[in-house]
């Protein structure tokens, strides 16, 4: 058996243990100023601990031995706990499904209905947009896109800039150009990407080739189902770096359209860039078809 104790008179605490055979371990403690006090005692059957605040008169207990039932504190705890995890999985997969809604660069159709008074009843107009496939392949020969495409059954066929790249190889643009002549009339006209990539010569004359018409600040006149429609496309604002940096993007595209004010035909712009429609809306447009951003300005997954 052994034992020991000291005390220390400037914080009036004393600490003492006993250890014998059974190894039942005693200690107390008090706190002078708090009038607090701690008994604990553990040995191989019980244990009890208790805390008396001497001003408040509480006491608090807890005993605990062999056979004892979960206290309904316990219980709440682990409910407590499942509950938490479960909403912090369940926060965590949304979070993750609508990061790969926003990211998703799949094949996606959106359908959008346009009302004129300029059209009479019966005379409908369907066109596909397509833009910023930047080269990219889908299925082989491009055939998903090209089903899809046909799908829509279209009476026009829009190209709203960067069907090309300037990263990566023309293949993919002319396999998609060659598979869809013949669906419907096709018009294109430049994005900022294939104006950076210092072959734009090159893309027009390939989609010239594949029975596209190239709209370079100018227009067209068709008609469909008993239909006129008056189709106007500009290049890129960055085809400066093409045709120098002297070259008046703005200016051009007055002198290109001012003079279809007067004209009553449905006048279809379209042009590679959205947020320019601040000067689109100095003229007579009835319709802007444009590309660029890739989704949308602002984009709400499933919306």
């Given amino acids: 058996m052994t034992g020991r104790s000291k005390a220390r008179k400037d914080s009036g605490s004393v600490e003492g243990s006993k250890v014998r055979k059974d190894c039942t371990i005693m ?82 159709v959106r359908t959008y209905r346009v009302s004129t008074d300029k059209l009479d009843p019966g005379q409908n107009v369907r066109i596909v947009l397509i833009a910023d496939l930047h080269s990219c392949i889908y299925g082989e020969n491009q055939e998903h896109l090209v089903d899809l495409i046909q799908k829509q059954e279209p009476d026009l066929i829009a190209l709203a800039g960067d069907i090309a790249d300037e990263n990566e190889p023309l293949a993919g643009a002319e396999m ?63 085809i400066k770096l093409h045709e120098g940096f002297q070259y008046d993007w703005k200016r051009e595209m007055h002198d290109a ?17 959205p947020e320019l429609v601040g000067i689109y809306k100095e003229f007579s447009f009835d319709l802007v078809l444009s590309g660029h951003s890739h989704g949308g300005q602002v984009r709400i997954p499933f919306f």
Avoid at 62 to 85: A, D, F, L, Y
Avoid at 182 to 210: L, Q
Avoid at 232 to 238: A, E, K, Y
Avoid at 260 to 270: M, R, S
């Fill in 27 to 108: 200690e107390v403690s008090k706190s002078g100023n708090s009038g607090s006090m701690e008994v604990s005692k553990s040995g191989n059957s019980r244990s009890i601990e208790g805390s008396k605040s001497g001003d408040s008169g509480i006491m608090d207990g807890n005993r605990i031995g062999e056979g004892s039932p979960v206290t309904g504190r316990s219980k709440t705890n682990k409910r407590r706990k499942v509950g938490i995890i479960a909403a912090a999985l369940i926060i965590t997969g949304l979070f993750i499904l609508l990061i790969f809604a926003a990211f998703y660069s799949g094949l996606t």
């Fill in 176 to 238: 998609f150009l060659a598979n869809i002549r013949g669906t419907a009339p096709v018009f294109y006209v430049s994005g900022n990407h294939e104006c950076w990539s210092r072959r734009i010569e090159e893309i027009k004359d390939m989609v010239k080739r594949h029975g596209a018409t190239v709209l370079e600040h100018s227009a067209r006149t068709v008609a469909v189902n008993g239909a006129r429609l008056i189709i106007c496309g500009v290049d890129d604002p960055d």
């Fill in 257 to 273: 359209f001012d003079g279809l004010a007067d004209d009553p035909g449905y006048k279809i712009l379209l042009s590679h860039r």
